[in-house]
């Protein structure tokens, strides 16, 4: 997985978009296919588990998950990620921000998500660090993005911690989340955009 050290989401997007922004265009782009490479573009993803889902896995505590990926930055290609996660016995959803780079991903390192998507997998997918404080320095937690081939669904695969707000207010830093083994790996579809709108304008990534 692609490790980068945080000093914000915008400081790093920026400094991937003028490495590689000006080179890479059109049918080179690996989200062509995904949203247009233009600020403001966004793809918007989601699941809600049902009460049966819930009772065959019950360590399960992610009841419903959503996430947002965005270009904030002009000529980058490495959009923000936001999530948004209800769980059992939360009074609010929990946020998390990230910051997202392109690279390709193994089938060793892909193993949930080849199993999830088969041969729908597209062999490129996102490696993104999380954020605590927009102008913190902390690693605080990482996942991968993998995507179907048509864009329409991911995979989702968290590591055993992430830093997560508890509600919108982030005048604070977000404290660690620990994932269990039944809350690290999660399919979602693509739904409209307007599903994410809330949590756009909610959480600010830089």
Request: charged share 25%; aromatic share 8%; glycine share 8%.
């Amino acid at each position: 997985m692609l490790r980068l050290h945080r000093v914000g989401i915008g400081t790093f997007a920026a400094m991937f978009g003028l490495m590689f922004g000006s080179s890479v265009r059109g049918e080179d782009d690996p989200f062509a296919k995904l949203m247009p490479r233009k600020v403001g573009s966004s793809a918007c993803f989601h699941r809600d588990y049902d009460a049966a889902h819930l009772k065959q896995h019950p360590r399960q505590a992610t009841q419903s998950i959503v996430m947002s990926l965005k270009y904030e930055i002009p000529e980058s290609l490495h959009p923000s990620a936001r999530v948004m996660m209800r769980r059992k016995g939360a009074k609010e959803p929990l946020y998390v921000a990230a910051g997202c780079g392109w690279g390709e991903h193994s089938a060793k390192d892909a193993k949930a998500a080849q199993r999830l998507l088969g041969a729908m997998r597209d062999p490129s997918g996102l490696d993104c660090t999380a954020i605590e404080f927009t102008n913190s320095a902390r690693e605080a937690g990482f996942f991968t993005i993998d995507l179907s081939s048509d864009m329409r669904s991911m995979v989702v695969a968290f590591e055993d911690f992430v830093a997560a707000w508890r509600g919108m207010s982030q005048e604070k830093p977000a404290p660690d989340l620990a994932l269990g083994p039944q809350d690290r790996v999660f399919r979602l579809e693509r739904t409209n955009p307007s599903a994410c709108m809330t949590l756009d304008e909610g959480i600010k990534t830089d």
